[in-house]
Every structure is written in structure tokens, then in C-alpha cells.
């Protein structure tokens, strides 16, 4: 029996969803979710990583079956660009190895509990030492370039009303969609460093940056606000969660003042 199968957290969701477009990741397939917070009488194993859906094991879908295998050099910088950006939005516990799940399997989440901010990747047996290479230095360029600086994901977005100029900040380019969220059809990537006009903020949430890329006044989409910084005076007018068992892994534990 399954222990680790409840959902993960609203916040970890949105967090693989945005990971998963700036990378080009059809699916995000979850593996192995939350679990029983310790204490509270329910099943749980391992570490508290997992409580209330703060982590989850995952593969990452390119055509809706296919797990992407980050020992294949052509779908590695997939993979590295998706963990790049799964650590610039505020995850700070990754893991990875052949050793560890498998070839196609991360870890991916938040601390131990929500006062630890340690950055951490491991590998096999749950060892910082056993970290991949390429996992080190795809998890700290986007710790190196945070786009919530420490904050909640919510707290990194434009002020409502923020209209203006603004330049994507996604390392690969961002995904410009045909409307305001993840289900709307993709319609080009818009390269790192280019400069944009937000025209308003829309989707449920306000999260969705309506943008003129020509500065015409003429709307060419939406891409998602986390990944945008503002570069003029604002105003100035210019989950596939089906789960699989990957459970009884060493993920280490962390100590925080």
C-alpha cells in the first residue's frame, strides 16, 4: 500500500506548472506526493519532506509517455533547464541519481518544514556528496537568480496595476500563450533579456501578464508574471498525478537556526 499518495500543495503545484513550461515539459508525472505530517497519527515514511505535499518524486513527460532520462545527452538539458527553473521559484530541496530513483526520477520540493530554507541536492542514499554534477549546477544557477528571493511564489509577482516595460528573466526564454494559464496553446518562446510592454495582469489569480511585444499597442499574448522584471517606472504607459511507488528513499534531514 501506497503511503506518500495524498496531493501536493497548491504552492508546489503552481511551482512544477511554471518549472515545467519555461523548460518545454509537456507533463509533469508525479510519482510519489504528500504524506501524513509526523505526529499526526497518520502513514508516513522517511523524512517530513513530503509532509503536507511539500515535495514530490516526479518524472518529467515530453510527448504525454515518454519519461525524460537525464543520462541521455539530448534530454539532459531539458531536465537541467527544468530544475534550473524549479530552484530560481523557490525550491530548495532537490534530488537526484541513478543511484537514488532511477534514471528519470526527481525529487523535487521545500524544506524539511517551512522555517528551513537550506538549499540542498543529493543523490544516492540521500548524500549531499552523491549529488550529480550537472544537478549541482543546474539547482544553483537558479538558486543564484531567484525569482522569489526567499519569498512565497505569490509574493514575487507585479503589484496589480504594474503596467509598463518589462524584460523576461527566465534563463531559457518564456513560453508566450494564447491566454492567461498553462492550458492555452503555446505560440512562441520569447528569449531571455527581451523587453516587453504589460498591458494588464489577468487569470484568476492575476498572474498572467497580457503583453504588446512591439510596443504598438497591439496584444500578442500571455506569459506568466514570476518570470518578469520591470525596466522602466511603472505606470510611465510605455499535473499528471497519478502515483507510482518510489517510496523508502533517503532524503536528508536539515538543521536551521
Known sequence: MQIRCRAISAELKQLLSLAADVAGVALVRVTSGGQAPKGSGGKRTGSTRHDHG??????????GSRALDFTDPDDLPIVEAFVTAAAALGANGIGAGV???????????FGTSPRDRSELVWGAGGHVANAPIWLQNAAQKGWANPVASGRR??????????????????????????????????????????????????????????????????IDGHLHAAFLVPVAPPGDGRFDDRLDSDEGVEEPEATYA
Open 54 to 63: 511539500r515535495a514530490a518524486d516526479l518524472q518529467l513527460l515530453v510527448d
Open 99 to 109: 543511484d537514488y530513483m532511477g534514471k528519470t526520477t526527481l525529487h523535487i520540493g
Open 153 to 218: 511564489l505569490a509574493d514575487a509577482l507585479p503589484l496589480a496595476g504594474t503596467v509598463g516595460r518589462f524584460m523576461v528573466a527566465a534563463r531559457d526564454g518564456l513560453r508566450l500563450r494564447a491566454g492567461p494559464g498553462l492550458t492555452f496553446d503555446r505560440l512562441r518562446t520569447i528569449g531571455p533579456g527581451s523587453e516587453l510592454t504589460v498591458q494588464s495582469f489577468d487569470g484568476p489569480n492575476g498572474d498572467w501578464a497580457r503583453v504588446d511585444l512591439n510596443h504598438d499597442g497591439l
